[in-house]
């Protein structure tokens, strides 16, 4: 049976941008939910766009990166606008002088320090009765809330007194949950949990707002949920029974890849992998109310890594690539049926892409999920004939590259020679505007849903990629300036938009 929720993919053409985001241009070192994110709406709405797709939104941990969040559930308090906390008179303007930021990348080393001293003022505002009408919808959210934000809270608050190390290092009372030990500590550090469900409260009120206007403007969230989890997170810390691992905590088999497109020796995630058994016991709740804590924030969530479900790689713990490994069957559609009953549909998308098995497609299939086509892959690297717009399914997404991929610009001049002849003989082009060539390839295909990074709008270089598979550090970066984005350009969009049938409410 298919969702019902499953025909906002499908019932039409349309059209969107992906963009993080940390990539916004704010004055504040990392883009955030503030003015430049409204401005940011206006104009995915002038130009016609129906989608703003994003990465993970949750608290990041190693290397800065949205698919390492420290919990699925909670939201990244780095996003907060701290215009609107001073609009709000949670902070002075005087507060939001001295910013040393460079304008193009996020300097994390730099940002995180910078947004958590704005943030304790604000608390510390508050608590000294600054807003005195923020305190009922303050104490609403936490009441709400309570099934995941008290755990993460307190993780949050121990983990700080523990230099910020992860929680399989902590003290045995500690990483265990004794009981005792965190009854002391929800004592010892009751101002930090207080504030840690502030941050929250803060970061799901702007978001809220933020919402609220693309809605009024027809613009919908295309969200990501990773299948994994990290280790260092308060979904492992709190729910250790639903993951595999050994007596000090510590997984005893990880998540990755074999060698691939991206990378020869495979990819090692180390993510922990799940104790399936347990989840099945559990009804799959735990998975049903992650996926409810995304669409409580989006309205339509690409799944990652969906070919995990039907079997997933897993690596021992102790190796040093992802080269040795195994295939394991996962939940298939024991979990996704489950999911569907508990949310009365599914709202998702099939990242399908990487080694697909005819099982694969099977699974998607069945539950009426569409996948992705990156049009990238049709010529270059991967190769594979699925890419290529003459073989696309209507209930397909299409985009030029993801946030994976090299800008188009910069994938076109490391093409062979072969390659890129195809590049132009397939598009009836010379390649000078490739950037383009390949927006209006996804545009007038048959997908029904075209998507495109920002990057290749804006037609930039390699030094705008987001992130570059396999490479642990140096990612996630990458920032617009407002300049950039021109009336040209977005005049373009439109005009193709309009022109294959993708405008906001358009049957074409």
Same mark, same amino acid.
């Given at each position: 049976?298919?969702?019902?929720?499953?025909?906002?993919?499908?019932?039409?053409?349309?059209?969107?941008?992906?963009?993080?985001?940390?990539?916004?241009?704010?004055?504040?070192?990392?883009?955030?939910?503030?003015?430049?994110?409204?401005?940011?709406?206006?104009?995915?709405?002038?130009?016609?766009?129906?989608?703003?797709?994003?990465?993970?939104?949750?608290?990041?941990?190693?290397?800065?990166?949205?698919?390492?969040?420290?919990?699925?559930?909670?939201?990244?308090?780095?996003?907060?606008?701290?215009?609107?906390?001073?609009?709000?008179?949670?902070?002075?303007?005087?507060?939001?002088?001295?910013?040393?930021?460079?304008?193009?990348?996020?300097?994390?080393?730099?940002?995180?320090?910078?947004?958590?001293?704005?943030?304790?003022?604000?608390?510390?505002?508050? @608590?000294?009765?600054?807003?005195?009408?923020?305190?009922?919808?303050?104490?609403?959210?936490?009441?709400?809330?309570?099934?995941?934000?008290?755990?993460?809270?307190?993780?949050?608050?121990?983990?700080?007194?523990?230099?910020?190390?992860?929680?399989?290092?902590?003290?045995?009372?500690?990483?265990?949950?004794?009981?005792?030990?965190?009854?002391?500590?929800?004592?010892?550090?009751?101002?930090?949990?207080?504030?840690?469900?502030?941050?929250?409260?803060?970061?799901?009120?702007?978001?809220?707002?933020?919402?609220?206007?693309?809605?009024?403007?027809?613009?919908?969230?295309?969200?990501?949920?990773?299948?994994?989890?990290?280790?260092?997170?308060?979904?492992?810390?709190?729910?250790?029974?639903?993951?595999?691992?050994? #007596?000090?905590?510590?997984?005893?088999?990880?998540?990755?890849?074999?060698?691939?497109?991206?990378?020869?020796?495979? @990819?090692?995630?180390?993510?922990?992998?799940?104790?399936?058994?347990?989840?099945?016991?559990? +009804?799959?709740?735990?998975?049903?109310?992650?996926?409810?804590?995304?669409?409580?924030?989006?309205?339509?969530?690409?799944?990652?890594?969906?070919?995990?479900?039907?079997?997933?790689?897993?690596?021992?713990?102790?190796?040093?690539?992802?080269?040795?490994?195994?295939?394991?069957?996962?939940?298939?559609?024991?979990?996704?049926?489950?999911?569907?009953?508990?949310?009365?549909?599914?709202?998702?998308?099939?990242?399908?892409?990487?080694?697909?098995?005819?099982?694969?497609?099977?699974?998607?299939?069945?539950?009426?999920?569409? +996948?992705?086509?990156?049009?990238?892959?049709?010529?270059?690297? #991967?190769?594979?004939?699925?890419?290529?717009?003459?073989?696309?399914?209507?209930?397909?997404?299409?985009?030029?590259?993801?946030?994976?991929?090299?800008?188009?610009?910069?994938?076109?001049?490391?093409?062979?020679?072969?390659?890129?002849?195809?590049?132009?003989?397939?598009?009836?082009?010379?390649?000078?505007?490739?950037?383009?060539?390949?927006?209006?390839?996804?545009?007038?295909?048959?997908?029904?849903?075209?998507?495109?990074?920002?990057?290749?709008?804006?037609?930039?270089?390699?030094?705008?990629?987001?992130?570059?598979?396999?490479?642990?550090?140096?990612?996630?970066?990458?920032?617009?300036?407002?300049?950039?984005?021109?009336?040209?350009?977005?005049?373009?969009?439109?005009?193709?938009? +309009?022109?294959?049938?993708?405008?906001? +409410?358009?049957?074409?």
């Amino acid at each position: 049976m298919k969702p019902e929720t499953q025909a906002k993919v499908g019932t039409r053409r349309s059209g969107g941008i992906l963009l993080h985001p940390t990539s916004l241009p704010c004055p504040y070192g990392i883009g955030d939910l503030g003015p430049a994110a409204y401005a940011w709406l206006d104009s995915l709405a002038e130009a016609r766009q129906h989608w703003w797709q994003m990465l993970p939104l949750g608290p990041t941990g190693y290397a800065d990166s949205p698919y390492q969040c420290l919990s699925s559930f909670a939201g990244n308090t780095n996003l907060i606008s701290p215009d609107l906390l001073a609009r709000a008179g949670l902070l002075g303007p005087e507060e939001l002088s001295g910013r040393p930021f460079t304008a193009h990348r996020v300097d994390f080393a730099s940002v995180v320090p910078y947004k958590d001293d704005l943030l304790a003022r604000a608390w510390h505002g508050f @608590q000294a009765g600054r807003v005195p009408a923020l305190r009922r919808h303050f104490d609403d959210f936490c009441h709400v809330s309570a099934g995941w934000l008290d755990d993460y809270a307190l993780y949050w608050a121990i983990k700080r007194t523990q230099g910020d190390t992860a929680w399989n290092t902590w003290p045995p009372a500690l990483a265990h949950r004794e009981p005792r030990a965190l009854s002391q500590s929800r004592r010892d550090l009751a101002d930090a949990i207080d504030q840690q469900r502030f941050r929250q409260f803060l970061f799901f009120r702007q978001w809220h707002d933020l919402r609220a206007h693309a809605r009024e403007l027809g613009i919908r969230l295309i969200g990501d949920l990773p299948i994994f989890v990290a280790v260092d997170s308060a979904d492992v810390w709190a729910n250790r029974e639903l993951f595999q691992l050994d #007596a000090t905590g510590k997984p005893t088999v990880v998540a990755g890849v074999p060698p691939d497109y991206f990378s020869k020796t495979g @990819q090692l995630w180390g993510n922990p992998l799940y104790n399936w058994k347990a989840h099945r016991n559990a +009804g799959y709740r735990w998975w049903t109310e992650r996926l409810r804590a995304v669409l409580s924030l989006v309205d339509l969530v690409r799944l990652d890594h969906f070919r995990g479900f039907e079997a997933y790689w897993e690596i021992p713990a102790d190796a040093p690539t992802a080269q040795k490994g195994r295939w394991v069957k996962g939940p298939g559609g024991n979990l996704l049926s489950a999911i569907q009953k508990q949310l009365r549909g599914l709202p998702l998308i099939a990242e399908d892409l990487g080694v697909i098995t005819p099982e694969v497609e099977k699974l998607r299939d069945e539950f009426g999920l569409p +996948g992705m086509r990156i049009l990238q892959f049709a010529f270059g690297g #991967a190769i594979e004939n699925r890419f290529l717009p003459h073989n696309f399914e209507h209930h397909t997404i299409v985009y030029t590259g993801t946030h994976d991929n090299d800008t188009t610009r910069s994938w076109y001049t490391h093409l062979t020679v072969a390659e890129a002849d195809l590049v132009r003989r397939y598009l009836a082009r010379d390649g000078h505007d490739i950037a383009w060539d390949l927006i209006r390839l996804a545009w007038s295909s048959v997908a029904d849903t075209a998507i495109v990074p920002l990057q290749d709008v804006l037609n930039l270089a390699g030094e705008a990629r987001m992130n570059f598979p396999g490479k642990p550090m140096g990612n996630w970066a990458w920032r617009f300036m407002t300049e950039q984005l021109t009336p040209h350009q977005i005049h373009g969009l439109a005009e193709l938009t +309009g022109l294959y049938g993708r405008e906001v +409410g358009s049957e074409a």
